[in-house]
């Protein structure tokens, strides 16, 4: 007795699809994610050598806000997306407690990304951060930063 098997390929493929798009999705979305903390960390080698040099290409703003406004989508720039909630933050600061020449300065670039928020799973954020830090060449003058460094 012969069994009619004209059906099986669509079961097959009912069964693997949702899978597969996930696993898609993911790729995807693991891509978007490290280009972002590629940005973070180049925006924060960006922000440390002006500081170093106590060079603020923002004639009218704060250095912070001129490397924040460097990002390289809208959505890192602003945020307010499902995926970034929160625009990019720019901290610098001194470690060493104070800004002579030869200290060291350090620039930290952050931001929440959530993993596939088309899921729903609220439990899937990371921070993505960039830090760099550099010696002071030019006590600093054209911007302000904080003794206490972010972990």
């Known amino acids: 007795m ?11 493929m009912a069964l693997v699809l949702p899978i597969l798009l996930i696993v898609v999705f993911g790729i995807l979305e693991f891509g978007r994610a490290i280009n ?14 002006f500081a170093a040099v106590n060079k ?18 809208q959505e890192l720039r602003n945020g307010g997306t499902q995926s970034v ?11 060493a407690g104070t800004s002579k020449v030869g200290d060291p300065v350090r620039a930290v670039v952050s931001t929440t ?15 993505l951060k960039g830090t ?9 003058t054209a911007y302000t930063g904080t003794t206490t460094c972010p972990a």
């Open 2 to 12: 012969r069994r009619d098997e004209s059906g099986a390929a669509l079961v097959e």
């Open 36 to 49: 972002y903390w590629i940005d973070t960390t180049h925006l924060a080698n960006q922000a440390a050598r």
């Open 56 to 73: 603020n290409p923002n004639g009218s703003g704060t250095l912070a806000a001129y490397i924040a406004a460097q990002g390289t989508t």
């Open 85 to 95: 909630p929160n625009a990019l933050t720019v901290t610098l600061c001194f470690p």
């Open 113 to 127: 990304y959530n993993w596939m928020p088309f899921l729903g799973l609220s439990a899937t954020s990371s921070t």
């Open 132 to 140: 760099a830090t550099m010696r002071i060449e030019v006590p600093p």
